[in-house]
């Protein structure tokens, strides 16, 4: 029988503000352990949480992006569970009412669109860091930091409504570009930023029941989601073909021996008696709030790529391809407001300034050449006082120092020689120097030409105009 | 509401908590005799009564996102009953 697969997630993602979600503490990345604690966050008898405006107004952002609508009232709530990266026995979360709710995404497949339903977005705080250290030379004990405590995490649950891995992973890769441009997640996975829970599913195709569900938690990578739910659909299906019943259950995945593996239910006993959180008071989000942070919107990806094709001109893929992530569409916009064409820039950013930034490992704000010196080389290309070829050099050298454009190329002497009597001299010193090669292409081997025009870049140190190299060469063997 | 053995096993599961069987036993009786107390209370009309979820009538308490520090590491580890290079040391969880 013909399977369909049916894909639903949980994204928590780190919202990129400065203190934690109730306390003071830095939310800094690769600190030493155990260097951001306090009595908040340890969880010490007593305390008091207060809220973090900017990681609210985070959550208001990506609620406005993905259409959801704004609970004017919303609370949060204690999910009660003992895990030893918990120092409180609890995690403050939101239950019944979260911040939002209902909205959707769009991601492309193939050119068609597909929504992708989101049932909710709430506020919640991130547990601690377990490490399970080899060099402690402990086997009964793990190490526990509480760097990662009270981190702001937003939990963006979808509807099922992925029907491929393919699907599941073009969502995951939406979600972090929106966010991206929205400025609240740094979309560093190496740094934990996003971590998922997918529910994994399979039904007759035709079929409008879903069926059992699997879960599969701990995938920390874009990798993980994909891989843990290849093996799923493939797990599942074998189990269905062969006449089997998929038992509803949460599974882990190992990211070493890829493969997903039923966690024990008494750890994962999904008893967490929520309840009202007494220590934090209701969030009323008012209209004028929302109309704030609404007008502070950056414009999204998929506006911005409309945006590049009609006002550019620029095809499809350009415009997917340079509104990716916002700083190369930034980048790009700033040298097109020099005055320069629009797809030979784009050509340059899409080819030799993307492989150049990830050769770095660098931001378009950290780079080299700033998008004003880049607009002017392609002008220097496009105004003949450079050829492509040139510019390639020039561009390398601009990687390397810094400089400008215009001047390095009149300091290395790169100016394109576009003087006719000057290449004409050139192409008779190598029309002299092979008489051979003149009488074959005379006698028709015309694919000399190449040969003939390479020898007097060569003599001219490449900056002869390449145009007039052709024209003058096919008027002196002619 | 009667309260059953396998509820308060259940829930001293949850809470990671031991009971002798006389314990059970006493806890068994204690839980049902709050839970009838709820009883008592649920008798009342509260159709038009919003749920109190906090005692107080404000709203919107925030705080600016600024650091503001942490305490020192030693203070932070001073309660661990065991550490390890400026970690805590935990009982291993074996998934």
Same mark, same amino acid.
């Given at each position: 029988? #013909?399977?369909?697969?049916?894909?639903?997630?949980?994204?928590?993602?780190?919202?990129?503000?400065?203190?934690?979600?109730?306390?003071?503490?830095?939310?800094?990345?690769?600190?030493?352990?155990?260097?951001? /604690?306090?009595?908040?966050?340890?969880?010490?008898?007593?305390?008091?949480?207060?809220? =973090?405006?900017?990681?609210?107004?985070?959550?208001?952002?990506?609620?406005?992006?993905? /259409?959801?609508?704004?609970?004017?009232?919303?609370?949060?709530?204690?999910?009660?569970?003992?895990?030893?990266?918990?120092?409180?026995?609890?995690?403050?979360?939101?239950?019944?009412?979260?911040?939002?709710?209902?909205?959707?995404?769009?991601?492309?497949?193939?050119?068609?669109?597909?929504?992708?339903?989101?049932?909710?977005?709430?506020?919640?705080?991130?547990?601690?860091?377990?490490?399970?250290?080899?060099?402690?030379?402990?086997? @009964?004990?793990?190490?526990?930091?509480? =760097?990662?405590?009270?981190?702001?995490?937003?939990?963006?649950?979808?509807?099922? #409504?992925?029907?491929?891995?393919?699907?599941?992973?073009?969502?995951?890769?939406?979600?972090?570009?929106?966010?991206?441009?929205?400025?609240?997640?740094?979309? @560093?996975?190496?740094?934990?930023?996003?971590?998922?829970?997918?529910?994994?599913?399979?039904?007759?195709?035709?079929?409008?029941?879903?069926?059992?569900?699997?879960?599969?938690?701990?995938?920390?990578?874009?990798?993980?989601?994909?891989?843990?739910?290849?093996?799923?659909?493939?797990?599942?299906?074998?189990?269905?073909?062969?006449?089997?019943?998929?038992?509803?259950?949460?599974?882990?995945?190992?990211?070493?021996?890829?493969?997903?593996?039923?966690?024990?239910?008494?750890?994962?006993?999904? #008893?967490?008696?929520?309840?009202?959180?007494?220590?934090?008071?209701?969030? #009323?989000?008012?209209?004028?709030?929302?109309?704030?942070?609404?007008?502070?919107?950056?414009?999204?990806?998929?506006?911005? &790529?409309?945006?590049?094709?009609?006002?550019?001109?620029?095809?499809?893929? @350009?415009?997917?391809?340079?509104?990716?992530?916002?700083?190369?569409?930034?980048?790009?916009?700033?040298?097109?407001?020099?005055?320069?064409?629009?797809?030979?820039?784009?050509?340059?950013?899409?080819?030799?300034?993307?492989?150049?930034?990830?050769?770095?490992?660098?931001?378009?704000?950290?780079?080299?050449?700033?998008?004003?010196?880049?607009?002017?080389?392609?002008?220097?290309?496009? @105004?003949?006082?450079?050829?492509?070829?040139?510019?390639?050099?020039?561009?390398?050298?601009?990687?390397?120092?810094?400089?400008?454009?215009?001047?390095?190329?009149?300091?290395?002497?790169?100016?394109?020689?576009?003087?006719?009597?000057?290449?004409?001299?050139?192409?008779?010193?190598?029309?002299?120097?092979?008489?051979?090669?003149?009488?074959?292409?005379?006698?028709?081997?015309? &694919?000399?030409?190449?040969?003939?025009?390479?020898?007097?870049?060569?003599?001219?140190?490449?900056?002869?105009?390449?145009?007039?190299? =052709?024209?003058?060469?096919? =008027?002196?063997?002619? | 509401?009667?309260?059953?053995?396998?509820?308060?096993?259940?829930?001293?599961?949850?809470?990671?908590?031991?009971?002798?069987?006389?314990?059970?036993?006493?806890?068994?009786?204690?839980?049902?005799?709050?839970?009838?107390?709820?009883?008592?209370?649920?008798?009342?009309?509260?159709?038009?009564?919003?749920?109190?979820?906090?005692?107080?009538?404000?709203?919107?308490?925030?705080?600016?996102?600024?650091?503001?520090?942490?305490?020192?590491?030693?203070?932070?580890?001073?309660?661990?009953?065991?550490?390890?290079?400026?970690?805590?040391?935990?009982?291993?969880?074996?998934?």
């Amino acid at each position: 029988m #013909d399977y369909e697969t049916v894909i639903g997630l949980e994204v928590h993602a780190q919202l990129a503000t400065r203190s934690k979600i109730f306390c003071g503490c830095s939310t800094q990345f690769g600190e030493e352990p155990n260097a951001q /604690g306090c009595p908040v966050c340890l969880g010490m008898p007593g305390v008091l949480p207060v809220l =973090n405006r900017m990681a609210v107004e985070f959550a208001i952002r990506m609620a406005l992006a993905t /259409g959801c609508e704004i609970a004017s009232r919303c609370r949060f709530a204690r999910k009660n569970y003992f895990y030893p990266d918990l120092p409180k026995g609890y995690q403050i979360s939101q239950y019944e009412e979260p911040l939002a709710t209902g909205g959707h995404i769009v991601i492309e497949m193939d050119g068609k669109k597909k929504r992708i339903g989101i049932t909710r977005i709430h506020l919640e705080e991130d547990a601690g860091k377990l490490v399970h250290s080899e060099d402690s030379g402990l086997t @009964d004990e793990s190490l526990f930091d509480v =760097n990662r405590c009270g981190v702001p995490l937003i939990e963006i649950v979808s509807e099922p #409504d992925m029907r491929s891995v393919e699907e599941a992973r073009l969502y995951c890769l939406k979600l972090r570009q929106i966010m991206r441009y929205l400025g609240i997640n740094s979309g @560093d996975m190496e740094k934990g930023a996003m971590r998922f829970e997918a529910n994994v599913s399979l039904r007759p195709r035709g079929s409008t029941r879903y069926g059992t569900r699997v879960e599969v938690k701990n995938l920390n990578s874009f990798r993980a989601v994909l891989r843990s739910l290849e093996y799923e659909v493939q797990r599942q299906t074998k189990i269905l073909q062969g006449g089997g019943s998929i038992q509803q259950e949460t599974m882990g995945w190992d990211d070493v021996r890829e493969v997903t593996f039923p966690q024990r239910g008494k750890e994962y006993a999904h #008893d967490y008696r929520y309840f009202p959180e007494p220590d934090l008071v209701p969030v #009323d989000i008012d209209r004028k709030w929302i109309e704030k942070v609404k007008s502070e919107l950056p414009e999204l990806p998929t506006a911005r &790529k409309r945006r590049f094709i009609s006002q550019y001109g620029i095809p499809a893929y @350009d415009a997917e391809v340079l509104t990716t992530e916002r700083e190369i569409a930034d980048y790009y916009e700033e040298a097109l407001q020099v005055g320069a064409d629009p797809k030979a820039v784009s050509n340059w950013v899409m080819g030799d300034v993307l492989r150049e930034l990830k050769a770095r490992g660098v931001s378009p704000a950290e780079f080299n050449i700033s998008p004003k010196h880049l607009a002017e080389l392609v002008n220097l290309v496009s @105004d003949g006082t450079i050829s492509g070829k040139i510019a390639k050099t020039v561009f390398e050298e601009m990687v390397k120092t810094g400089g400008h454009p215009r001047e390095i190329v009149e300091v290395k002497g790169l100016i394109q020689i576009t003087d006719t009597g000057a290449i004409e001299q050139v192409v008779e010193e190598v029309l002299s120097e092979n008489p051979e090669e003149v009488e074959r292409y005379r006698g028709g081997k015309t &694919k000399l030409l190449g040969f003939f025009v390479g020898e007097v870049m060569k003599k001219t140190k490449g900056k002869a105009n390449p145009r007039l190299v =052709n024209e003058i060469l096919r =008027n002196k063997l002619g | 509401m009667p309260v059953t053995l396998k509820d308060v096993e259940n829930i001293a599961m949850l809470a990671k908590l031991r009971f002798t069987q006389e314990e059970k036993e006493r806890l068994i009786s204690q839980l049902s005799r709050i839970l009838s107390y709820f009883e008592k209370l649920n008798e009342l009309d509260t159709t038009d009564v919003e749920p109190t979820s906090h005692v107080l009538p404000i709203k919107n308490v925030f705080r600016d996102d600024v650091v503001t520090g942490s305490l020192p590491r030693d203070q932070i580890l001073a309660n661990a009953p065991d550490q390890w290079m400026g970690y805590f040391k935990v009982p291993k969880v074996i998934e």
